[in-house]
């Protein structure tokens, strides 16, 4: 297993794109989540990658996309029509689960491993 790192944060304007990698290997889960300097974090996106199911945050729903390219080890997180509020640190998650249902409905707690996070900040 290869610990997640994550890259492709940066500032856009809002209705802009970014799109965000995670370089990791060996787990059947991963998500990304979302955090605001003091509030929880959120999810935002879960992939059962031995299905290729999805579940999405219903606040980034239609405007991200999570997948996996398998090739190359990394997962994605591609975030269009950005509003001010998607800006957070992102951070990039994994678990080794064999069940579709507890991948997709697995909140912070379930994951094991974590990148450091990185930041994407959405002006007006």
């Known amino acids: 297993q290869v610990q997640p790192v994550e890259s492709g944060g940066g500032s856009v304007q809002a209705g802009g794109s970014l799109r965000l990698s995670c370089a990791a290997s060996?787990?059947?889960?991963m998500g990304w989540f979302r955090q605001v300097p003091g509030q929880e974090r959120e999810g935002v996106a879960r992939?059962?990658?031995?299905?290729?199911?999805?579940y999405y945050a219903y606040s980034v729903k239609g405007r991200f996309t999570i997948s996996k390219d398998s090739a190359k080890d990394t997962l994605f997180l591609q975030m269009n029509s950005l509003k001010p509020e998607d800006t957070a640190m992102y951070y990039c998650?994994?678990?080794?689960?064999?069940?579709?249902?507890?991948?997709?409905?697995?909140?912070?707690?379930?994951?094991?491993?974590w990148g450091q996070g990185t930041q994407v900040t959405v002006s007006s």
């Open positions: 998650a994994a678990r080794t689960v064999f069940s579709e249902r507890r991948c997709l409905a697995g909140g912070e707690a379930d994951f094991d491993y």
């Open positions: 060996g787990y059947s889960c």
């Open positions: 992939i059962y990658l031995l299905a290729g199911s999805t």
